[in-house]
């Protein structure tokens, strides 16, 4: 089963930086059992969400051509418990990308409050006969025609261009859109 463990994109600007927004809800099965009687989301998914808020903007970068995956975490800090109610802002910027990989560095926030940071290290993979076996690409969750699903419009400045199956829309005359 995959996870994801954003909901939307908030920002998105291309090979630079990243916006995304993860509500803590208690409609999710894991704040149940994570601590009975005081649920918090757990750290390590609140990585799972900035790895992959970083991941998508990494993979995007050369068109989701590399696989990509997290290989290293220098760095985490969390100054308190994300809680149900709480909506996380989640914030990447890659600070150096190559053909080897790209270092991101993290934060979330709740409101103004800095919840975490940290950095991450993603590999590029290398198209080795010896990891095509293991790193098949429905191993990979992100794709092009992901972005779709969270209306990632990959413009300048930070604005979101309207997705090209919005402004297709937009271009059928009233009377033959379907309802």
Known sequence: MRWIWIDKFLE??????????????????????????????????????????????????????EKVVLAKIPKAVFHFAALPGDTLIYTTTVETINPEGAMVSATSHVGDRLQAEMEIFFAHLADEPRAQGFFKPENFVFTMKLLGVFDVGRGAERRFEEPPAVARMRDIPPGLARS
């Open 12 to 65: 998105f600007e291309s090979g630079r930086r990243a916006q995304a927004v993860k509500n803590v809800t208690l409609a999710e099965d894991h704040l149940h059992d994570h601590f009975p009687g005081y649920p918090t989301m757990p750290n390590s998914l609140i990585v799972e969400g900035l790895a992959q808020t970083g991941g998508i903007l990494v993979g995007e970068h050369a068109g989701f051509k």
